[in-house]
């Protein structure tokens, strides 16, 4: 967790500056009034919206105070971003390669740095006119809204939810609107705005492309905006928009621009351009050195459109300026000349217009494009140590985007010749993902943090190189541990997540310990060895069907479990001795937090020699794998307490969880679960433990505890670390950082009891953890623990395939998918979630009745080629027609739902599979006439795992397995009343759903 010293990481500390935040509540009268439109303001409280009390209860939809926080992030992995906040303007512009976010009330005397005022840049934003320059009926608005700024929408303790002086000052020059409704459904957020009087309606979608599978389109340094006006009169109307934007090449990503100032500005120029179906302003500053972090263009412009013409406002020097060339109509063409170079200290201010009619009753669709290019990303501005540490990086480490264009101005242009691919794709990965049938909060809990792999917490090298600090300025570099908690990028961008294990297993591999903890440095920390080792087993199952990639690095996975085996394992399958972990101890003895990885990277690491033929090693760690969950079962479960306990003694208790009831006791399952092998331990006892979890460690803000470890503000809840619900053991000393509340923790809780079906316990736990981050004050998008968007969220994304039971293996071409949710009841329950495979991606659905005897399934791929196999469902059918695009394909329905196609299916983008299934019940006279056996141990409808397959495929129960008939009467009566009693005994407590 931790790079502090040895101490657990507090991140940045911060001293209020409240100089930078309104002082007072400002009155209505005092925001600027547009003078040829309706009021906008009236029945705002003093000039500011009434907070509202309680959640907000529409899915996805940001308004009011919900607002405060909501900074909707923008921009490619590795590529930087921008926010587009709850205000309407872009802001927090992490762009320029820097890698701590804002950091705005640093104390200069903890930690050497005067922090980053990111959110008061100015000159970011939209503007909407009508009617003709001048003219007695023109309106003139900036797309801004003071709705999020409530009475106690100030500095509250965090950073999340804050008005600055700057933006306050802005609708104090600049005639804003009413209100702004946000529906974020990451990668794409549609923006509606509230402007009582306006003659059209106007709405936003802004997105950048992030298309799983498409590593490259989703590293672009770019944002598209489409909006959409509505015309509802009789009669056309004009309307003109503007994209404003600040010329800030020369700026360093952390100094103070509020005021129009900055070190690195001066001679900045602003060029318009028409070329290649764009045309806009391209931003560069010439006198930069151009081998500086610094160096670098902005480009922004609209896309050539028929009905549309572009001219542009190259050179205002304020915010008023900028606005009153716009109102006034005073801008110039796209051929006009370039800027004269700005003052020492300053930039300019600019914006590019389109003028487009809006025919009555109809719709008009207008285009901005945003790009940004820095190409020099060094290591001192990502935050990595100097020398002696990271002598195996470059310090010019440049950016991947390097590769792909170079300038803003070619990223912008290849952006539009590609939009309908890009902007496409997105939109169909974003519509297939929020489509899903489960509760919503697990879903916005996975969807959301793809949002961590497009933030500056991880970057891409020119070399391809994928590097990431913990969080965002916090704690480099590739920490095995905290990454080792991750199954997002596997799983979406299975291509970083290999080039993350050749670093562990090839590049940084130190062949006295192993994987090091940090890219070669830090040692090594044995949590994030095992998770590193059963991280490549799911790279392998994503994307790895003929085995290549394993081949170039299992030669030191094979190393590394062999030498934990025999440095580490006394021979009995259990780890005594010191186990570096991400809580910075070197705990002892037995636990099942490290045992849980253990166990499970000894049967990924069995798995994956049996792929390569290694017969041999494979049987060597599958018997130690059986070895280590029975004796650590028997040693670490505890039944008077409930939970898995570790077992240390007054000599080894220093740094342990003792008999305390600690969050990570069952960790490993997380991956487990997440490779298809579901619960390491006894299911009962796990199901139990993580019951405990959330009845003993669930908590409220506390008192006298570090606000940046606990992350809570007033209302909030979520589950703390560790806590001793029977007393602390005498030989136990308390946990470090007992009581920290990170989501990243609660994340495989939440996974665990999806994959135990305790349903209402996963939902109430994650319902708590989306509301500590619900846009009141904190980002829906960063959730931090040390840092902001922090990395071990990455595990999040289990939680949506435990919700959903997906399993999926390359090597096999073998889908498996139990839902644990279905929508609706009787005949038409129906299913429908998000599938990706290696190589492609669409939507599964299914409808049918519980148990699925009949019913229809599809599977309609979106994206790229799916090859499938096998598909493994939960269905009691037997027998089933199936069609592609309407023609006929020979499948066979087996038992437990298994359906297998001959040979391989291959199903490209618009494709649909089709299955219908069929139950035909066995005739009388076909069953055998001697005594039955049942192998099943849950009759039909409890819809519960029976077994797990050393593969890691699972079989379902889905029927009674009759084998023999008994000839006699009595015998007939006793099997019956047999089954009535197991079913009897078995019914579940509640409905199941499925």
Known sequence: MSCCG????????????????????????????CPGGLPQFTGYDDGLRVPTDGPNTEPFIYAGEYLQACHFPLGGIGAGRVLLCGDGTLQEWTVVNQCRRDDPQIDPGDRDDDGQVLDVMQGNFFSIATGSPGAADQQAYALVSPQNYTADGRWRGGHEARVSARAEERLRVLPGIRSLTMRCEYPVVNVNYDIPGLPVTVELEALSPIIPGDADASSTPAVHFRFTLSNSGETAVDVRLMMAQQNLVGWDGECDCSGGTAPGWGG????????????????????????????????????AADGTSITVIPSAATEEDLFVAFASGDTVPTSASATVPSAPQTTWLGGVVQSVTVPSRGTATVDFVLGWYFPNRNKAISNVPPPPAYTNLPDRMGNWYNTLAGSSKEVVTKMVGNIDYLRGSTLAYARALYSTTIPRVFLESAAGRVAVVASPTLWRTETGLVLGSEGNGCCPLNCSHCYGYGTLLERLFPELAKDMAVSAFVRTFDPAIGVTMRFGYGGFAIDGALASVIKVYLCVRQADPDLTWLRSVWPNVRT???????????????????????????????????????????????????????????????ARAALAAQNYEEICWDNSLGYYKAM???????????????????????????????????????????KAVLAYNTIGPQKGTNPLSIHFYPGDSGITVCTYPHGVHPSTAVMNDGGLVSSGFESHVISGLLLDRSLPEAELAATRMRDRCDGRNRSPWSEPECGDVYCRQLAHWNIYDQACG??????????????RYTVGA???????????????WGVYAQTGPGGLATGTVTVSVLWGVATLSTLRIQSAATSGTATVDGASTPITVASQGIITFPGQLHLRAGSMLTITLTHTPLPRSSLPTTPCVVTSHIPVGTQKAVSVMANGDREWCGRWEWVRMPRDLLGSVLIFLLGLLIGVCFQPRQPIRE
């Open 826 to 840: 009787g005949d038409a329950g129906m299913f429908r979630c998000f599938i990706v495979v290696n190589g492609g």
């Open 806 to 819: 997906l399993t999926y293996d390359s090597t096999e071409a073998s889908l498996g998918v139990d839902p």
């Open 648 to 690: 240390v003694t007054e000599d080894n208790g220093a740094g342990s969880y003792g008999d305390g009831c600690f969050i990570d006791q069952l960790c490993g399952v997380g991956l487990s679960s997440a490779v298809g092998y579901g619960h390491v331990f006894d299911p009962s006892h796990e199901a139990a433990a993580r």
């Open 268 to 303: 900045n120029v602003s060029t318009p351009f028409a070329a290649d179906g764009v045309a806009g302003l391209d931003m560069t500053n010439p006198t930069i050195d151009p081998s500086l972090n610094t160096a670098g263009t902005v480009t922004v412009a609209g896309c």
């Open 6 to 33: 040895g101490r657990p990481c507090e991140g940045p500390r911060r001293a209020v500056r409240p100089e930078r935040y309104p002082k007072r509540r400002p009155q209505d009268a005092t925001w600027a009034a």
């Open 560 to 622: 590394q479990m062999l030498m934990i085996m025999s440095e580490r394992d006394d021979g009995t399958g259990v780890i005594h001795g010191v186990q570096q972990d991400t809580y910075d101890s070197s705990m002892q003895g037995p636990n099942t937090f490290i045992g849980s990885y253990y166990v499970t990277a000894l049967r990924a690491a069995a798995a994956m020699a049996i792929r390569l033929g290694d017969t041999a090693d494979a049987s060597t760690f599958a």
